[in-house]
């Protein structure tokens, strides 16, 4: 994987999204070139016009990332990738337009657009042909050698066998005489040169999963492999950058304490994010107004009871404050106490399950951001009820609270909705991981896949 502002991106999505923007430049300049040519038009040089050509290809490719183009199945369903590309070319084009309109309506054609539109997804869906049927995935997978034969080497298997792994195991090494879980495994004894060992295996990258790590650390030989040019890893730090959570399952506060992460020098970025938050909230707040007050309005005739409902929630540093949302259940609905949300709940009312999958009852949380009580992005903000009692029963919970919460996160786009204290504890290590590894960036990437979740109903109740 290629680490960029902190964030682990595999290689082929990285290869896949280069040529992608390349493709999208030549089919913009393609589209031009077919409309000039019907109307015997002299075009120019493809500079005079490279603002619209990167405008083209910012806009389509902020869209595929938005909708799920790059995700696990980029390379490894057409299906897929044809459906997602032809919804990102729409969404693209309707964004290109408004933002054309609003520049007065002189720098882009429709027809031009349409082209270079149709250009696009010819492209970009054989570059997909290419990249995963010639090239091949394989190719971008890191060899890795496991130190380890237990348990923990048993997890690393299974996470190799994943359509969308990005490393491929070319062996174990049993490190103690212990009987061995995964198949195959060579014990230490019989490697004379481990070292050796992993040159012959043409091994990039040796992960240490021991069980137990006092008095078996095998220290010699992982300075041995360092100096080689191979890269080592411990067992959490592999995990947290090949599924994008921090594992609590293995993880220790020191790992925490002396691993990468929580830097800071977040000044700036907490700044740009604060001004980010105050024009996006201040913006989005005055546009969907007329929604907000046409829903509000229908709440109230579709059941009894107010249209908005005040909920207590817990914020940065613990700190208490409220949220504003649309009513989507009945007004009896916690007359029991407090309860987590369930899969079709009987207590969301009938127009409470439309505003829930669309997300439009989360629409006055912006109130909350505009005042700097929340965030646009950050781990989703607890009841205090809830908070007390996952504090008690799950490590590292109270860290969470050391970033601002926000109305999307990295556990809300990875994670589907969470109603249990075992779910909780999915939705913590996600939580965990944009804590620790927060740059605007990541908070960009969010971002647009929020749509894709909106788009596609994941994760809502």
Same mark, same amino acid.
Not at 30 to 36: D, K, S, V
């Given at each position: ?24 430049? $030549? ?6 070139? #077919?409309? &000039? *040519?019907?109307? /015997?038009?002299? !075009?120019?040089?493809?500079?005079? =016009?490279?603002?619209?050509?990167a405008g083209f290809s910012a806009m389509m490719f902020a869209a595929m990332i ?72 394989? $190719? ?6 496991? #130190?380890? &034969? *237990?348990?923990? /080497?048993?997890? !690393?298997?299974?996470?190799?066998? =994943? ?33 050796a060992y992993v040159d012959s295996l043409k091994a990039s990258e040796v992960v ?123 007004t009896d609905a916690e007359a029991n106490g407090a309860q987590w949300a369930q ?119």
């Open positions: 994987m290629i680490r960029l502002f902190k964030h682990y991106i595999p290689h082929a999505v990285v290869l896949l999204a280069t040529i992608d923007v390349l493709l999208l430049l $030549a089919a913009a300049e393609a589209g031009w070139q #077919l409309r &000039a *040519g019907q109307i /015997a038009m002299h !075009l120019g040089g493809a500079g005079e =016009r490279l603002g619209q050509l938005a909708v799920g183009v790059y995700g696990p199945d980029a390379l490894r369903s057409m299906r897929f990738a044809t459906a997602r590309l032809l919804v990102a070319a729409s969404l693209g084009i309707i964004g290109l337009t408004f933002f054309d309109f609003l520049l007065g309506g002189q720098n882009l054609w429709r027809s031009t657009l349409a082209y270079a539109m149709a250009f696009a997804i010819v492209l970009l869906v054989i570059n997909r042909f290419v990249v995963g049927r010639i090239v091949g995935t394989d $190719a971008f997978r890191r060899r890795v050698l496991v #130190l380890g &034969a *237990g348990l923990r /080497a048993e997890r !690393l298997l299974k996470l190799s066998q =994943r359509p969308e792994s990005g490393f491929t195991i070319v062996g174990y090494v049993a490190m103690t005489p212990s009987q061995p879980v995964v198949p195959g495994a060579v014990s230490r004894d019989a490697i004379e040169n481990l070292t240490l999963a021991l069980e137990e790590r006092r008095n078996a650390l095998p220290l010699a030989d992982l300075l041995r492999i360092k100096t080689t040019g191979v890269h080592v890893n411990d067992f959490s730090t592999f995990i947290e950058r090949e599924t994008g959570r921090v594992d609590l399952d293995t993880v220790n506060p020191s790992w925490l304490i002396f691993s990468d992460g929580f830097s800071s020098g977040r000044a700036v970025s907490s700044f740009a994010k604060r001004v980010f938050d105050l024009a996006a909230s201040g913006l989005l707040l005055l546009i969907s107004a007329p929604v907000i007050a046409l829903f509000a309005l229908l709440v109230k005739l579709d059941s009894k009871g107010p249209a908005f409902f005040r909920q207590t929630r817990v914020g940065l540093f613990g700190q208490n404050f409220d949220v504003i949302k649309l009513r989507s259940m009945r899969k079709d709940d009987p207590r969301v009312t009938r127009l409470g399950k439309f505003i829930r999958m669309t997300r439009i009852d989360e629409l006055p949380q912006t109130w909350s951001v505009l005042k700097g009580e929340m965030s646009f992005v950050g781990p989703r903000p607890e009841r205090p009820e809830f908070v007390a009692d996952l504090e008690e029963k799950l490590p590292y919970y109270a860290e969470r609270h050391m970033v601002k919460p926000g109305i999307t996160g990295w556990a809300q786009i990875n994670y589907p909705y969470g109603a249990s204290i075992e779910d909780s504890r999915h939705k913590l290590e996600y939580d965990l991981y944009y804590a620790k590894n927060y740059t605007p960036f990541l908070d960009l990437l969010i971002l647009l896949q929020t749509l894709r979740v909106v788009l596609w109903h994941e994760g809502a109740r």
